[in-house]
T-cell receptor
């Protein structure tokens, strides 16, 4: 059973602080990892994708990937109240020749609350 | 706007009704997906149409029936649903590449969802 685990939260941080969201996955050969943000009552929107070990930065967001530890994280710098949402970690399951492919497995999401 | 639209946005139906959800993508993608999102649960993949091939999640009840007439349109036909089927139903699309027997799907983009309530 391929799984993606996240702390459900809520994670509460003050405005201006760094929010750190973590995700672990069980499929050792997964190659693609995604962070989606979902506001209450809305659909998920892509924040970051990461494919290689290390850090990837985009504005206030940094995704970190450690394949050896099967761990991916999202850091949000200078957190704003508008960042308050549920953050979904998604992992693309390993490809198999001739078989099912490329589907995303989602975690349950971490609810982030940024207090003014 | 992600380029993926869904109608209706809200639907209330009785257990004996038949209804359909519609999804349309304007991104030129070749793969489309139906997901179910219930409270306190992860997004659950229901169906995938990819490179004109349908891939199913065998745990989806037969009261849900997908239809994909072309690469831009996707339907989910609903009949004799149960109250526990009440959820947010999300459509997504992506561009999938077939290489040497394997497939690689790029980022999935989601529509706004249909909030379904079954009475």
């Amino acid at each position: 059973q391929k799984e993606v685990e996240q702390n459900s939260g809520p994670l509460s941080v003050p405005e201006g602080a760094i929010a750190s969201l973590n995700c672990t996955y069980s499929d050792r050969v997964s190659q693609s990892f995604f962070w989606y943000r979902q506001y209450s009552g809305k659909s998920p929107e892509l924040i970051m994708s990461i494919y290689s070990n290390g850090d990837k930065e985009d504005g206030r967001f940094t995704a970190q990937l450690n394949k050896a530890s099967q761990y991916v994280s999202l850091l949000i710098r200078d957190s704003q109240p508008s960042d308050s949402a549920t953050y979904l970690c998604a992992v693309k399951i390993s490809l198999s020749y001739g078989g099912s492919q490329g589907n995303l497995i989602f975690g349950k999401g971490t609810k982030l609350s940024v207090k003014p | 706007e992600t380029g993926v639209t869904q109608t209706p946005r809200h639907l209330v139906m009785g257990m004996t009704n038949k209804k359909s959800l519609k999804c349309e993508q304007h991104l030129g993608h070749n793969a489309m997906y139906w997901y179910k999102q219930s409270a306190k649960k992860p997004l659950e993949l229901m169906f995938v149409y990819s490179l004109e091939e349908r891939v199913e999640n065998n745990s989806v009840p037969s009261r849900f029936s997908p239809e994909c007439p072309n690469s831009s349109h996707l339907f989910l036909h609903l009949h004799t649903l149960q109250p526990e089927d009440s959820a947010l139903y999300l459509c997504a699309s992506s561009q999938e590449i077939a290489l040497a027997g394997a497939r690689s799907a790029d980022t999935q983009y989601f529509g706004p969802g249909t909030r379904l309530t079954v009475l």
